[in-house]
């Protein structure tokens, strides 16, 4: 199987729609053209997202190799430049006790530290390359959508607390309402003081036009159409040439597919994930919800939804949803989101959307993010599968996995929880009807009264 939703999914040249197209300018493809002769290089990466474009930064930048990237779309075409904004900690659908009981404290608080080093390096290089990232708000809001969920709020205080060691605060609803929101679905909250948001797309464009000052080459519209090696040589076939280079590294995400490499086959299980804006809402729409904080928001749904407020006013709402990909399902849930919206925010019931999207985040087997080389190869290279949540930590992974190139690093260097094997899903010409089966659950989950 090389794709599990409707090709519409995977069409790059179709429009996205989202609202970060219109704060950039259109991609100059002549900055990035295809490839179009054969052509070799040190490291060939498949991937012009955050991951790809942060390996390649590296090792053009600090280690002087010469970098192409080959990508079927353009740059930040996927899931790098359709996200939410959230340049924040995550990256794993463990629950902290599972984290705990699998990896041991030591590992856990190591991974947190990481995530924490994810989110600096962010500003990092954002600062060093020139990069508008328009970032706002400081750490990250979790809200209480019933009452009973504080009491998980304040067990992850605990262990953000103890055993991640970053600062938090626990908020009531009186204390929520004063620091950030009011609404009928907000009973509480939890300030996770380590990460903000960001416009994702002038970030990963930045990141692009940095990788061409570093010497690194990209090639849009190019995608790999078949792989073999030979020797100690990869040849990567696309459609205008083969790029043959020593060592490959596969930084494709939720966009993976099936048949680019049989160690990646059947390992991933790429998810939708939606969002609406708004138009810029007046100072007095934001009043009459209470609204009074530009750090970004999540709630403790396991269908979560997620939202903030944007440089110009916009609001920004997601949810996860959808296992088709086709344009009906699209408009039934962005039908689905407008009324939500209008239900956690009943002041802004009648505000206008003026913009919906989807995109792929990649779930792994193991609920972890991937980080290593493949078996019995270790000139290829892999760093996927962030959950949903990889603006910081597709950052880090990429700079992770050019140390890796670069020999510098080994695997073994890095946190247990990244380095962790890819697992084949059992039986999977089923994931869509297991992803069906946990939304299921999940919703039954997010409807009952318990913690």
Known sequence: MTTLYNASVYDRTRTIGSFWETTVEPVNLSHYSPLTEDQTCDVAIIGAGITGLSAALH??????????????????????????????????????????????????????????????????????????????????????????????????????????????????????????????????????????????????????????????????????????????????????????????????????EDNLHPSLSDRLLPTLSNIITTRPLTSAELDSQGWRTQTPVYDTRNLLFYFRLLADGRFLFGSRGGTVGNEAEGDRHRDYMTRRLGEIFPAWKEVEITHFWNGLVCISAALTPHINTVPDDPSVFYALAYHGNGVATGTWSGRAVARLVAGTHSPTDLCSVFRQPLKRFPLPALRIWYLRGAYAAYHLKDTLPIR
């Open 59 to 256: 090792l053009a930048r600090d280690r002087q190799l010469q970098v192409r990237v080959l990508e079927a779309g353009v740059p930040a075409w996927g899931a790098s430049g359709r996200n939410g904004g959230f340049c924040c900690i995550g990256s794993t659908r463990l629950d902290y006790e599972e984290l705990l009981t699998r990896f041991g404290r030591q590992e856990t608080r190591r991974y947190f530290q990481d995530q924490r080093d994810a989110v600096d390096l962010v500003r990092q290089l954002a600062s060093e390359e020139g990069i508008e990232i328009d970032a706002q708000g400081e750490g990250e809001i979790v809200s209480a959508h019933t009452p009973t969920r504080r009491a998980a709020l304040a067990a992850a205080y605990g262990f953000l607390t103890e055993v991640a060691e970053y600062p938090c605060k626990l908020w009531s609803r009186e204390e929520m309402a004063e620091h950030a929101f009011r609404s009928p679905e907000a009973h509480g909250a939890l300030w996770v003081g380590v990460g903000f948001g960001l416009n994702p797309m002038k970030y990963s464009r930045g990141l692009a036009a940095a990788v061409l000052r570093r010497g690194g080459t990209i090639h849009a519209h190019t995608p790999v159409q078949a792989w073999e090696k030979t020797g100690e040589w990869h040849l990567l076939q696309t459609p205008g040439g083969t790029l043959r280079a020593r060592q490959v590294i596969v930084a494709t995400n939720g966009y993976t």
